[in-house]
């Protein structure tokens, strides 16, 4: 049998992707994974936790108070002080050796339920199964102990979070809004309902990720349903042209449509949140008040846009990770002369480096080696003719024309005062889970400094999501979310990428330990 007859399509990808997750969820379903079994350690209920000898970042101020002791009891942090500890019968004390504290970090826009995955050949069907389960545990491994699910599957979502409450699983906190809120044909453009004939069954084990609507009735209908069991936040998505190779404009939202949307919003204290890469999407963000633009735009602003932004208080996640990614030079035989700046080839080196090194810890082997094939499509078919030939694959020159715009947008909100924040937009093809510090390193390339790095990983992103009274900084009456690094990140922001451990809820996860099998 050759290759063309054992690969899939995207659309076939979306199909197996939904089944494995249903597989999954079924209770009994085992010997398919090889997802770590590891139990944290920490203080008893009732007794203190005492991390002792820490440098604390206080990512406010960008300032670090050295041979600090950080409290906690029953997952709050209840102290921070330069105090000895004052132990009792049963606490536990930790000395961190005078490593670096942050509180914990935060990815403010993901896609939990999805594996990053493009394409798949018949042998890593199993493979998917894990990489479903992975992401949550690369998150928490990599420091991340809340994420933002900008849309799930929502069965399979709710069975995971289940699964981490009972301790089966480990994972972040995860605030979500279920599935997208967009009408049919809109973006994500491709109909579940093309998949196959398993399709219907596969969509009623696993809940849809599109809350495709035809109507206003509809849509109030659906609305209702799917702010449903914890959403917090609404997810639209607002521009009219596909990201998509070989296809152009695609169905929106009516004015009408969208006064209901954001009507539901306020009645129901439901922020909302909209991807936007283009000046039609960024206008109607502008009009109608959403709450937090995602992903960056392919042109410039005005300074006048941007002081709008400002004075309405609009945040932003840009992930430029994922506009990097997406810039695929394997799509030209020569890059065109306009894309061809300093910024560009260095990212475009960075992107190289980051595929050709080893991705084990952030998925399976797999699918990363599926993933680098799957781009040969665009020399393949041309990207003209992809979307006729089911190869659904993100338009370059999109993105491209981002990475030309994006950074000095970027710099001029950060000026302007905008709460900008930061995330990876994984489970998107080739954007793996637990790749926060990319994010982070690539800001700063932009020509953020390490603070503000850093803030935007933690209270800004804590602000964007509503839990800035929770999470974001490492203060007494916080969740006890911490991260410890070995060197100082505000001097090094590489030293993000591997935690010595990672604090959730108070209880210590030695990522040391926390390891893939075979």
Not at 8 to 28: H, I, M, N
Not at 150 to 168: S, T, V
Not at 399 to 421: C, H, Q, S
Not at 452 to 477: H, P, Q, Y
């Amino acid at each position: 049998m050759d290759e063309k007859t054992l690969s899939f399509t995207r659309r076939e990808l979306l199909q197996k992707a939904a089944l494995s997750a249903a597989l999954l969820a079924v209770p009994g379903i085992t010997g398919f994974t090889t997802i770590p079994r590891y139990q944290p350690t920490g203080a008893p209920e009732g007794k203190t936790l005492y991390l002792t000898n820490a440098e604390v970042v206080h990512v406010v101020s960008g300032l670090i108070f050295s041979d600090q002791t950080i409290s906690v009891r029953d997952g709050i942090i209840r102290s921070v002080s330069p105090l000895p500890p004052e132990t009792r019968e049963g606490d536990v004390v930790l000395d961190l050796k005078n490593q670096y504290v942050l509180p914990g970090l935060i990815d403010a826009h993901c896609h939990i339920t999805m594996p990053g995955a493009a394409g798949l050949t018949a042998g890593i069907f199993l493979d998917v199964l894990n990489q479903l389960k992975r992401n949550y545990i690369q998150q928490l491994r990599q420091g991340v102990t809340t994420i933002r699910d900008m849309g799930a599957l929502p069965k399979i979502l709710h069975a995971n979070l289940d699964q981490i409450q009972k301790g089966e699983l480990i994972g972040p906190r995860v605030v979500y809004c279920n599935a997208f809120t967009n009408v049919l044909g809109g973006h994500p453009d491709i109909d579940p309902r093309e998949m196959g004939i398993l399709a219907d069954l596969v969509m009623t084990l696993t809940g849809e990720s599109n809350m495709w609507f035809k109507d206003t009735d509809e849509l109030k209908e659906k609305m209702k349903q799917n702010s449903a069991r914890g959403a917090s936040f609404i997810k639209l998505t607002m521009d009219k042209i596909s990201v998509l190779c070989g296809k152009g404009q695609i169905p929106t939202y009516s004015d009408e449509h969208l006064r209901v949307i954001f009507a539901f919003a306020r009645k129901n204290n439901l922020a909302t949140a909209g991807h936007i890469h283009t000046r039609f999407g960024f206008n109607r963000a502008l009009q109608y008040g959403l709450n937090s633009i995602e992903h960056s735009i392919n042109e410039l602003l005005a300074p006048e846009e941007i002081e709008t932004m400002a004075v309405r208080e609009i945040f932003t996640v840009p992930t430029m990770t994922v506009v990097q990614t997406m810039a695929a030079p394997e799509a030209y035989d020569e890059l065109p002369r306009k894309f061809r700046t300093d910024f560009i080839e260095r990212e475009i080196a960075a992107r190289r480096d980051y595929f050709n090194s080893n991705l084990d810890q952030y998925t399976e082997a797999s699918i990363h080696k599926s993933n680098i094939a799957h781009l040969e499509n665009y020399k393949k078919y041309g990207c003209e003719n992809l979307y006729k030939n089911t190869r659904y694959m993100a338009n370059p020159d999109l993105y491209f024309n981002i990475m030309l715009a994006g950074p000095a947008n970027l710099l001029a909100m950060k000026d302007a005062g905008i709460v900008i924040g930061c995330g990876t937009d994984a489970g998107v093809p080739l954007s793996y889970h637990g790749t926060l510090w990319r994010e982070m390193e690539m800001l700063k390339r932009i020509g953020f400094t390490n603070a503000e790095v850093l803030r935007c990983a933690t209270f800004n992103n804590a602000k964007i999501i509503g839990m800035a009274d929770k999470i974001g900084t490492v203060d007494s009456g916080k969740l006890a979310d911490l991260v410890v690094l070995r060197e100082n990140p505000l001097k090094k922001i590489e030293a993000c990428r591997q935690p010595s451990l990672v604090i959730k809820d108070g209880k210590i996860y030695d990522v040391g330990k926390i390891a893939f099998g075979t």
